[in-house]
């Protein structure tokens, strides 16, 4: 089982990143597939996750900002993250879960400099 993450970077307040998470070794279209950010001295957040038929949810933070697709042909997820603040600054990891089963990514690390 593996999910990979990718496509964080260094970005400036108000830019654009696409973050995308890999999956293999678990039947994706079953799972609901989650994003998670943690800042540096902070928990571990939610910030958005979809369903398996497709249902989003967000946090407040992000609504209107982030947007979060899933590709079940290419086991992937999407989020894409808009007028990104400084305040987004964090890891971001992408989680799989169906029922007790869970699985997580090993994160990508995004940077918006003011």
């Known amino acids: 089982v593996q999910l990979q993450a990718s496509g964080g970077g260094l970005v400036q307040a108000g830019g654009s990143l696409r973050l995308s998470c890999v999956a293999s070794?678990?039947?994706?279209?079953?799972?609901?597939i989650g994003w998670f950010h943690q800042a540096p001295g902070k928990r571990r957040e939610g910030i958005s996750c979809?369903?398996?038929?497709?249902?989003?949810d967000y946090i407040d933070s992000v609504k209107g900002r982030f947007t979060i697709a899933r590709d079940n042909a290419k086991s992937t997820v999407y989020l894409q993250m808009n007028s990104l603040k400084p305040e987004d600054t964090a890891v971001y990891y992408c989680?799989?879960?169906?029922?007790?089963?869970?699985?997580w990514g090993q994160g990508t690390l995004v940077t918006v400099s003011s």
């Open positions: 989680n799989a879960n169906y029922y007790r089963l869970d699985y």
């Open positions: 070794g678990f039947s994706f279209d079953e799972y609901e």
């Open positions: 979809i369903s398996r038929t497709g249902g989003t």
